[in-house]
């Protein structure tokens, strides 16, 4: 039943080893996002899309590239991971237009680079 | 570029006390205003929103908007321990983004 599910969970990387952190969504929302929370900093915005094959730079898109093949899925990929990236990463979906801003989160996936 | 701040960081009320927690945004243009709630180490959710100026209340929760003060708060009613969680304000100006603050980190003791 949940709507945003993400894989892994949790997940322990190398320092310059390649992270792929994939979501799924099954609300038919057009828009979907990658964000990442650290302690002082709620929640800032890496990627997004408005729809399949679409992705666009966020407020801290450095170090990241994302990925969105079809309405469902987006996936977060940190080419060569550093240990400033050991962080909780949250997906979310939401409608397009004025009046639908709200988003809708996954769990959560909390990445420590070593 | 939208600027969101969030006071106060953190809080501690007893069980029953009123809560307020309040939010600053920088873009007179904003049309969507939100409070998100955040236990620990689950997701974000969405608790109330509002779009005009004025104030909406569901059960123990009331925001109040003002646009021409770039301020927007919750108000928690007879708070409960429950009620313990990080909570988000955001902010839209349309289109596909939304702005977070930072938070603040409410403890309800019993």
């Known amino acids: 039943e949940a709507a945003v599910t993400q894989s892994p969970r949790n997940k322990v990387a190398v320092t310059g080893g390649k992270v792929t952190l994939s979501c799924n969504q099954t609300?038919?929302?057009?828009?979907m996002y990658w964000y990442r929370q650290d302690t002082g900093h709620g929640l800032r915005l890496i990627h997004y899309?408005?729809?399949?094959?679409?992705?666009e730079k966020g407020d801290i898109p450095d170090g990241y590239k994302a990925s969105r093949p079809s309405q469902e899925n987006f996936s977060l990929i940190l080419e060569l991971a550093t240990p400033s990236q050991t962080s909780v990463y949250f997906c979310?979906?939401?409608?397009?237009?004025?009046?639908?801003?709200?988003?809708?989160f996954g769990p959560g996936t909390r990445l420590t680079v070593l | 570029q939208q600027k969101v701040q969030q006071s106060p960081e953190s809080l501690i009320v007893p069980e029953g006390a009123m809560t307020s927690l309040n939010c600053t945004f920088s873009?007179?243009?904003?049309?969507?205003f939100a409070w998100y709630r955040q236990h620990s180490g689950k997701a974000p959710k969405a608790l109330m929103s509002?779009?005009?100026?004025g104030e909406k209340e569901e059960g123990r929760f009331t925001i109040h908007l003002n646009k021409a003060s770039l301020h927007f708060s919750l108000h928690i009613r007879d708070s409960q321990p429950s009620d313990s969680a990080l909570y988000l304000c955001?902010?839209?100006?349309?289109?596909?983004?939304?702005?977070f603050g930072s938070g603040t980190r409410l403890l309800v003791s019993p």
């Open positions: 609300n038919n929302h057009n828009n």
């Open positions: 899309s408005y729809g399949a094959g679409s992705t």
């Open positions: 509002i779009f005009s100026n």
């Open positions: 979310a979906s939401g409608k397009t237009g004025t009046g639908h801003a709200e988003q809708f």
């Open positions: 873009d007179s243009a904003s049309q969507y």
């Open positions: 955001a902010v839209s100006a349309g289109g596909y983004k939304v702005v």
